[in-house]
């Protein structure tokens, strides 16, 4: 029995997670839900908890996460957020975000050379440390004589273990960005092991690019990218990049993982978006590859190929959300994906 937990969360979360489930539940599988339906701003604004040692212990327990979204405009701090995904990346260790961007379809990309849009990498982003560490503090907050300062933290466990996992899943290339002709501490440590790594794997074409120069070559030609490995700040800005390139924000998926233990966390790049909720114009599409991340992740490779089939039909023939270009809603693009599958 594969146990999932199921977290919708804020905004347009519950939407488009209910979606990725009836969906998973259509393909069938020995598959069991946990819904954790409780973490969301709505508690957060009546107690200040946002995820509770209770809730930790199932999630690390069961390892497997479905989430929807964290955020609500109004929270007017980061700490509820932190405290709910950053809590679960640092919780489980998930030193993994994979980001897969595959263009969905031809219209969708936003690039005036046909021949150059074939985008189909994913972007490897260390996932627990860098400039999003928490490590910092502001003096003299509220003044005209504020300082605020964030600091950047690299480890060699931390780089180590995520550039070996970028050369694990390249079919022919691996890119490494960083920006170490200014970040000269950091980039020292990234740049010798990227050299440990390049040296260990001679079957790879390994390569090198500061991250201003690969967000030129992704608009450029992103067709030319396999794996693009990078730390937690630069990994967030490409991965989102690379998610308009492939047909948009709303398609996104993203797999929070720890290859060692087998844990991870699938939740779709696009966020609450409170500003649709409840208007049926969400698109599922993002959850619904986030969960067929979930399922190749858990062994059950041909029904996520099945599930990746299935949202390709259902675009190509427009049988989806507006902002992809057609005019079903929320639900019926969902129940469009699960009628492809058949």
Same mark, same amino acid.
């Given at each position: 029995? %594969?146990?999932?937990?199921?977290?919708?969360?804020?905004?347009?979360?519950?939407?488009?997670?209910?979606?990725? !489930?009836?969906? =998973?539940?259509?393909?069938? &599988?020995?598959?069991?839900?946990?819904?954790?339906?409780?973490?969301?701003?709505?508690? /957060?604004?009546?107690?200040?908890?946002?995820?509770?040692?209770?809730? +930790?212990?199932?999630?690390?327990?069961?390892?497997?996460?479905?989430?929807?979204?964290?955020?609500?405009?109004?929270?007017?701090?980061?700490?509820?957020?932190?405290?709910?995904? =950053?809590?679960?990346?640092?919780?489980?260790?998930?030193?993994?975000?994979?980001?897969?961007? !595959?263009?969905?379809?031809?219209? =969708?990309?936003?690039?005036?050379?046909?021949?150059?849009?074939?985008?189909?990498?994913?972007? !490897?982003?260390?996932?627990?440390?860098?400039?999003?560490? *928490?490590?910092? *503090?502001?003096?003299?907050?509220?003044?005209?004589?504020?300082?605020?300062?964030?600091?950047?933290?690299?480890?060699?466990?931390?780089?180590?273990? !995520?550039?070996? /996992?970028?050369?694990?899943?390249?079919?022919?290339?691996?890119? +490494?960005?960083?920006?170490?002709?200014?970040? %000269?501490? *950091?980039?020292?440590? $990234?740049?010798?092991? $990227?050299?440990?790594?390049?040296?260990?794997?001679?079957?790879?074409?390994?390569?090198?690019?500061?991250?201003?120069?690969?967000?030129?070559?992704?608009?450029?030609?992103?067709?030319?990218?396999?794996?693009?490995?990078?730390?937690?700040? /630069?990994?967030?800005?490409?991965?989102? =990049?690379?998610?308009?390139?492939? @047909?948009?924000?709303?398609?996104?998926?993203?797999?929070?993982?720890?290859?060692?233990?087998?844990?991870?966390? /699938?939740?779709?790049?696009?966020?609450?978006?409170?500003?649709?909720?409840?208007?049926?114009?969400?698109?599922?599409? &993002?959850?619904?590859?986030?969960?067929?991340?979930?399922?190749?992740?858990? &062994? +059950?490779?041909?029904?996520?190929?099945?599930?990746?089939?299935?949202?390709?039909?259902?675009?190509?023939?427009?049988?989806?959300?507006?902002?992809? @270009?057609?005019?079903?809603?929320?639900?019926?693009?969902?129940?469009?994906?699960?009628?492809?599958?058949?």
């Amino acid at each position: 029995m %594969q146990k999932i937990i199921v977290v919708p969360g804020d905004g347009i979360g519950p939407e488009v997670t209910e979606e990725a !489930v009836k969906t =998973l539940q259509e393909l069938g &599988g020995d598959l069991e839900f946990t819904f954790l339906e409780e973490i969301n701003a709505d508690r /957060y604004l009546r107690s200040g908890v946002s995820l509770t040692d209770s809730e +930790m212990e199932v999630i690390q327990a069961e390892g497997t996460v479905l989430f929807g979204a964290v955020g609500d405009p109004r929270v007017t701090t980061s700490d509820y957020a932190r405290g709910v995904l =950053l809590r679960l990346r640092t919780g489980l260790d998930l030193f993994v975000n994979r980001r897969p961007a !595959v263009l969905l379809d031809e219209r =969708l990309s936003p690039l005036r050379d046909a021949s150059k849009r074939g985008i189909d990498c994913v972007v !490897v982003r260390e996932n627990t440390e860098g400039l999003y560490s *928490g490590i910092g *503090g502001r003096l003299r907050a509220g003044t005209v004589d504020e300082i605020a300062v964030d600091q950047e933290v690299s480890t060699h466990l931390g780089v180590s273990r !995520v550039i070996d /996992y970028a050369f694990g899943i390249a079919r022919d290339s691996v890119c +490494m960005v960083d920006k170490s002709n200014a970040v %000269q501490s *950091g980039g020292k440590l $990234w740049q010798r092991l $990227w050299r440990v790594a390049e040296e260990a794997h001679p079957e790879v074409a390994a390569s090198h690019l500061y991250v201003d120069t690969a967000a030129m070559k992704l608009v450029n030609d992103p067709s030319v990218f396999d794996v693009i490995v990078t730390n937690n700040s /630069y990994g967030d800005i490409l991965s989102d =990049l690379s998610a308009e390139l492939a @047909g948009g924000l709303g398609t996104a998926a993203s797999a929070n993982i720890n290859p060692q233990t087998g844990a991870g966390l /699938y939740e779709p790049v696009h966020g609450s978006a409170p500003d649709i909720v409840g208007k049926g114009l969400a698109n599922p599409v &993002g959850a619904v590859l986030s969960a067929a991340l979930l399922l190749r992740d858990r &062994g +059950m490779k041909s029904e996520s190929e099945a599930l990746d089939r299935a949202v390709h039909r259902t675009i190509a023939e427009r049988r989806c959300t507006p902002d992809l @270009g057609g005019t079903l809603s929320t639900r019926e693009a969902g129940e469009a994906i699960r009628a492809a599958l058949s």
